[in-house]
């Protein structure tokens, strides 16, 4: 029977890497990197092999094994696994860097920050004070060999080799015999006599105090270099004085030093130290707590190390969120800190989660994550936003707020070109076409109408051809201004999307109609676009041959690279209409148009139809690069005396035709700016007479506002009996036409003779039983 010697070295589930060791450590042991098996995780090994004849060694190497496995503590090297042979040791922690290799890294990259090494030696003291304090322990090796970083930039105490018991049960303490370690031992253990007073922590305070002088001056070259403080800064310097002071009575206890470093003023006191402090006892904190903690860690989080934000804050802020019901007040910290990750980590630690937020019904975190789209949406595929995004997105169109509703349209230009052809071709025009039309928050059909404009390459070629007209065309016949202006921009921004044909009979019209715009804003941009389209039909006209290539995106598939004038007034409803919306919003808060009881014709809602009577604008490329030159700014007085009005893409041709005759729907005459019976806020209107001499006589008066606009109108000369006047109104989405007086009074005779002979019918019907009662009499 064979039997055969098991390996415990090749079973151990962790392995080397195949590197030198990590600096040349004074002790016995050699650190190495290496990683678990299963998972391949990094973590650091300390290997120390045991050789014949240093027993000593091999004893003290023994006994900081057991300590290891036995201290348990922050702000102590992790201890993970170990493996004890005859021939080796191995002590497997968390992954982690000698101090004095960390901090020629980083002066190399420019320098360790204050606030850094502020944490980290409060976390140094912080494991001294267990120790002793807690443990009656004495570590006999402070120093800057036996600290180490890990990567989220903490301070472990670590070189536990000589560690005895301050009770003196243990026996003495160990000798070193390293020249490299002893240099730190204070003057007293110099003195064998035994007279000098001391406290059980004095030794290890004084090398405290050796270790905050290389922190900031480098390797110490002997104890008699304590005397000069160097680079300390002066807020310590009084404190690191008290450690290395010849009398060691008064070297303070570690909790002592921690709280006089802690004072207001101190070196320890700063937002870097309370939000590690806070960070390590969030488990315990009251909710408002939280909610105002992370309130305040976006606004510090760009002065803190990017190492601390990615491997302390992060988890801590998804473990909020996940098992601490944070809610919204995570997602600023959160995104803020997620700069910092590569695509990979942004996919595994914070695409679930963000996928995870969106199925939330509270709205500040709805609002908050549509706010903040652009920073997460380059790691979201398609399948996750059409499948996972989208669906619980579209229900902010219909939301009561309207914060919401705005920044759910804006939210589409981002996410527009990952939607598939159902959600964008369909879904999303419905809710644009009811927005737009319906919406009664002007700027929202502003911004609707905008994002269409941006979002109009991505649609397909029969949907655009479909939808862009039409809705355009609608905007422009908006009583909100801006919405108009919009509406010009829209086309200019498509203005590769349409046919001469289409530029010709559908676009020019309608921009004629707004050269005479009570609003000068539009006046403006009308005459720009009219010179732009003109320019454009005057070049194919001259040369035919250009038509093919003037018009070579109107049928072409969707493409990102299409209607690239459209980029550039990207930057407009993303920053300046949203300004202005939400000023809007809280200081003219606008309600739903007043429904009169005129009837109306129903009309589907989420789609449009192409009407000849449609009136659209559009713009050249020229024109298009210099949109963003306009002062939005001054959008803002002009809405502030624009009502809002609701009507539906689809019913352009219909309400047009509708307010063509005398009456309304239901026989009732319509002032100037009504739409198919909804009642409105009499408007001044430019007025152009047909037939008719009309001067401009001044300025109209605004029943509504009383207010005096400057807004020009015409006057217009009464007509004598039996003349015809036409008059109209341009402009504006309604038209009113009067007309023929003549025509009305024959309508009123026609009626008049009709009762005249019903009731003389009525009087034959009666006239035998009259005749009768005569002669009975």
Request: aromatic share 8%.
């Amino acid at each position: 029977m064979w039997f055969f010697a098991r390996d415990p070295v090749r079973d151990f589930p962790f392995e080397l890497i195949p590197e030198p060791p990590e600096g040349g450590l004074p002790g016995p042991w050699a650190l190495h990197r290496g990683r678990k098996k299963a998972t391949g995780s990094p973590v650091s090994i300390f290997v120390y092999d045991v050789k014949p004849g240093a027993e000593e060694q091999t004893q003290v190497a023994k006994a900081a094994f057991k300590r290891f496995k036995t201290l348990r503590h922050p702000n102590i090297l992790a201890y993970i696994d170990g493996l004890e042979t005859e021939k080796c040791l191995h002590v497997v922690t968390e992954a982690v860097t000698p101090l004095g290799i960390y901090l020629k890294a980083r002066v190399e990259a420019g320098g360790l920050k204050e606030l850094e090494i502020s944490w980290g030696l409060h976390q140094i003291v912080k494991a001294l004070s267990f120790l002793v304090n807690d443990c009656s322990l004495i570590h006999n090796n402070v120093c800057m060999a036996a600290v180490f970083v890990d990567r989220a930039g903490e301070w472990k105490l670590g070189g536990l080799d000589y560690m005895y018991s301050a009770q003196g049960n243990g026996g003495g303490p160990p000798r070193k015999g390293i020249p490299e370690l002893e240099q730190y031992d204070p003057p007293e253990l110099a003195d064998s006599s035994g007279r000098v007073v001391r406290e059980k922590w004095s030794a290890d305070m004084w090398r405290l105090g050796c270790l905050i002088w290389e922190v900031f001056n480098g390797p110490l070259p002997r104890a008699a270099a304590l005397r000069n403080p160097g680079k300390i800064p002066k807020t310590l310097v009084p404190h690191y004085c008290e450690l290395v002071g010849a009398n060691p009575k008064v070297r303070p206890n570690p909790a002592r030093f921690l709280q006089n470093c802690r004072a207001p003023g101190g070196f320890m006191s700063n937002r870097f130290v309370e939000t590690n402090l806070f960070l390590e006892e969030i488990q315990i904190k009251e909710p408002a707590e939280k909610q105002k903690f992370f309130q305040e860690l976006s606004k510090s989080l760009d002065a803190f190390p990017e190492d601390f934000c990615r491997h302390k804050v992060l988890p801590q802020l998804l473990t909020a969120f996940e098992f601490g019901n944070a809610g919204a007040v995570v997602l600023t910290p959160l995104f803020k800190v997620g700069k910092f990750l590569s695509a990979e980590e942004y996919q595994q630690k914070i695409i679930p989660v963000v996928v995870k937020m969106f199925s939330s019904t509270d709205r500040a975190m709805r609002i908050r994550l549509l706010q903040q789209m652009e920073q997460f949406i380059q790691y979201l595929d398609e399948p996750t936003v059409n499948t996972q995004i989208f669906p619980h997105v579209v229900h902010g169109f219909l939301d009561t707020n309207p914060a919401i509703r705005e920044q759910t349209v804006k939210s589409m230009l981002l996410l527009a070109p990952k939607l598939n052809e159902a959600n964008l071709n369909v879904e999303l025009m419905k809710h644009f076409a009811r927005l737009q039309a319906k919406d009664e928050q002007g700027p929202i059909r502003c911004n609707t109408t905008v994002c269409l404009g941006k979002i109009g390459s991505y649609l397909s070629a029969s949907t655009r051809h479909r939808v862009l007209t039409s809705a355009f065309s609608r905007a422009t016949r908006d009583p909100f201004a801006p919405s108009r202006v919009a509406g010009v921009l829209g086309f200019a921004a498509t203005h590769n999307l349409y046919s001469m044909n289409d530029c010709a009979q559908k676009i020019l019209p309608v921009l004629c109609g707004l050269t005479v715009d009570p609003e000068k804003s539009v006046r403006d941009q009308a005459f720009k676009a009219i010179r732009s389209f003109l320019s454009k039909l005057e070049s194919v006209s001259e040369d035919p041959t250009q038509l093919e290539e003037v018009e070579k995106d109107v049928h072409a598939a969707s493409s990102p690279g299409m209607g690239g004038a459209a980029a550039s007034w990207a930057g407009w409803a993303v920053t300046g209409v949203s300004s202005l919306t939400s000023k809007l919003i809280r200081s003219h808060p606008t309600t739903a148009p007043t429904e009169t009881n005129i009837p109306q014709r129903p009309t589907p809602e989420g789609h449009w139809e192409t009407q000849e009577e449609d009136k659209d604008t559009a713009e050249d490329s020229s024109t298009a690069d210099r949109w963003d030159d306009e002062d939005w700014g001054s959008l803002e007085q002009e809405a502030e005396s624009v009502l809002a009005q609701q009507d539906d893409w689809s019913t352009g041709g219909q309400v047009s035709r509708a307010s063509q005759s005398p009456t309304g729907a239901a026989g009732k005459l319509r002032a100037p700016g009504n739409r198919a019976g909804r009642s409105q806020a009499p408007r001044s209107h430019l007025l152009t007479v047909h037939g008719w001499p009309a001067s401009i006589t001044g300025v109209a008066q605004s029943p509504a506002t009383r207010a005096t606009p400057s807004l020009p109108c015409l006057h217009v000369p009464a007509p004598s009996r039996g003349q015809t006047l036409g008059v109209r109104t341009t402009g504006r989405a309604s038209r009113l036409t009067v007309v023929k007086a003549e025509l009305a009074r024959k309508k009123r005779e026609e009626r008049r003779r009709e009762m005249e002979a019903k009731r003389a019918e009525r009087k034959v019907a009666k006239g035998p039983m009259k005749l009768g009662a005569r002669k009975l009499d």
